[in-house]
């Protein structure tokens, strides 16, 4: 599975963005599907996740309410939406995909990842 995530850029804060990831393969729409972020010098984190069969969701507290998660299995795609942009969300965003579904939140659960899209969001 190859994971492509495109939709990043610079904004300011209150500002909006949308970012997708299309991914290849036969089985996607059986992954468990999930956004991480790194800023620099931190640890990479999960900001928001979605099952395949139900698209129920999970999301960091820090983003909760502010950006939402979706996926389109006949398209291959999942995407994030982002509202409300505070200059610490600034970030590479990066998709990833965990065949075993598991939706757990630690990085080491998935086995895919994309290439990730740089967030800048200014004051």
């Known amino acids: 599975v190859q994971l492509q995530a495109s939709g990043g850029g610079l904004v300011q804060a209150g500002g909006s963005l949308r970012l997708s990831c299309v991914a290849s393969g036969r089985t996607f729409s059986r992954y468990y599907m999930a956004w991480f972020r790194q800023a620099p010098g931190k640890e990479r984190e999960f900001v928001a996740g979605?099952?395949?069969?139900?698209?129920?969701?999970s999301y960091a507290d820090s983003v909760k309410g502010r950006f939402t998660i979706s996926r389109h299995n006949a398209k291959n795609t999942v995407y994030l939406q982002l509202n409300s942009l505070k200059p610490e969300d600034t970030a590479v965003y990066f998709c990833?995909?965990?065949?075993?579904?598991?939706?757990?939140?630690?990085?080491?659960?998935?086995?895919?990842w994309g290439q990730g899209t740089l967030v800048t969001v200014s004051s």
């Open positions: 990833a995909a965990d065949p075993g579904g598991a939706g757990e939140r630690d990085v080491g659960w998935y086995d895919y």
């Open positions: 979605i099952s395949w069969r139900l698209h129920s969701t």
